[in-house]
């Protein structure tokens, strides 16, 4: 049945992964766009926190962990999103639905193989600037969409009951649109141009996983990973025309190398095992080289990015028969990020919190996840914009025995 399932879900992501529109932030407007969570909602829920070894839920964001899986595992999940957007003077409201993972883990003894696909950032925003009362005056629209898309194949390898190493690697791929159309007050035929970026490039990853008993029933739970920098590769084309004009000049194909930096993740935690976890992560990553030939701004540059978060989950009794309410997982998470992106010396920050809820299918190792997120991107200040942020997000995950070879009496 999870072969059928996986085959189905397959053929529906890989068209709605090129057709969403993944965002509604006007910050997607720099670099590659709004950069997302690669992880699935599980670890979502808890705010990125990820430093348990699990056997029955796909963690893609360390490699490590695939050689503690105890069964196959498929991992598809998606989002509601609203925001509220602010400026000093207006608000706004936007709200889109997204693809946010697709994955699909194998056991096979010490190793685990894991693959997938996962949105690696999005572009998704529409701006204007209405002058046409002011003679002369200048009113613009601006609207970008598309983004990046990840696919992966990893290894993981247990070289002890308590330590894991693995790697990934990750081709990365998509496509941006931006149009901006000018019209002058008094001037008829206003002046529109569009700008397609064909992005392409790879990455590497690698993750060491370690855990150990401290006291009694309490583990200690570690996790670590790095994301190599890389290149990637984005041929522009420009079209520019003049409403009413049929014809149109499309400048040569211009090549842009970007640069996405290295990220060092650390995440540490304590629990029980089936039973409650509490952890930290941190994340590092550099500034990176991403502005392309038509998001260059004089008052835009990029910074370190970082990230702190704390979250964990509870279960009330994992193997309880008579409370369906007690073997179902609750998470929380806080995070603070800095996302790397600096406008008039303002650096943009989003703090954020998130709930979750694991419901798990009776008579399996499946479960149905839920998470709701809420927080706060931006500021208003030095012309910036503040975005009130709330998702709700439903992910699934579905375990079965592969490649066992039946028994007939």
């Known amino acids: 049945m999870i072969k059928k399932i996986i085959i189905s879900t397959c053929l529906l992501i890989s068209f709605v992964s090129f057709a969403q529109q993944g965002t509604a932030s006007p910050y997607s407007f720099y670099g590659i766009g709004d950069v997302k969570f690669k992880g699935t909602l599980e670890f979502r829920s808890m705010a990125g926190v990820a430093v348990e070894q699990d056997s029955i839920h796909l963690n893609i964001e360390n490699p490590a962990s695939y050689a503690s899986l105890g069964q196959t595992t498929f991992s598809v999940g998606g989002t509601f999103g609203t925001s ?47 002058n046409t009362d002011v003679p002369g005056g200048v009113s613009s629209q601006l609207e970008g969409k598309g983004g990046v898309n990840k696919v992966f194949f990893g290894l993981g390898y247990k070289i002890t009951p308590k330590w894991n190493i693995g790697a990934d690697v990750q081709y990365d791929f998509g496509k941006i649109t931006t149009t901006s159309i000018e019209l002058v007050t008094d001037v008829q035929n206003a002046t529109r141009e569009e ?61 842009t190398e970007l640069k996405l930096p290295g990220k060092f993740t650390i995440g540490a935690g304590i629990g029980e095992a089936r039973k409650w976890l509490i952890g930290t992560t941190l994340a590092f990553q550099g500034d990176g080289k991403l502005n392309n030939h038509y998001n260059t701004v004089d008052n835009v540059r990029y910074e370190n990015y970082a990230k702190y978060a704390i979250g964990g989950y509870y279960i009330p009794n994992y193997t309880s028969f008579s409370s369906y309410f007690s073997r179902i997982t609750y998470r929380a998470g806080l995070k603070y990020e800095k996302i ?45 914009v503040k975005e009130n942020y709330l998702n709700f997000s439903i992910g699934f995950s579905f375990n079965d025995k592969w490649f066992v070879k039946s028994k007939f009496n």
């Open 84 to 130: 509220k957007i602010k400026t000093e003077g207006e608000t706004s409201k936007a709200q889109r639905t997204t693809f946010d993972y697709l994955a699909v883990g194998i056991p096979m003894g010490k190793f685990g193989a894991a693959f997938g696909l996962v949105p690696l950032s999005a572009v998704g925003y529409r701006i204007a600037n209405d």
């Open 195 to 255: 700008n397609i970026s064909k992005i392409s490039g790879a990455t590497f990853n690698i993750g060491t996983m370690y855990q150990t008993k401290i006291y009694k029933k309490m583990n200690l739970y570690t996790s670590l990973s790095y994301n190599f920098s890389g290149n990637l590769n984005s041929d522009n084309t420009r079209t520019v025309q003049v409403d009413g004009d049929a014809a149109s000049y499309t400048y040569p194909v211009v090549a």
């Open 340 to 384: 790397g992106l600096v406008i008039n010396n303002e650096s943009v920050n989003d703090v954020g919190m998130s709930l979750g809820a694991g419901l798990p299918i009776t008579g399996s190792f499946s479960n149905v996840n839920f998470g709701v997120e809420f927080g706060k991107r931006g500021t208003t200040s030095s012309g910036l």
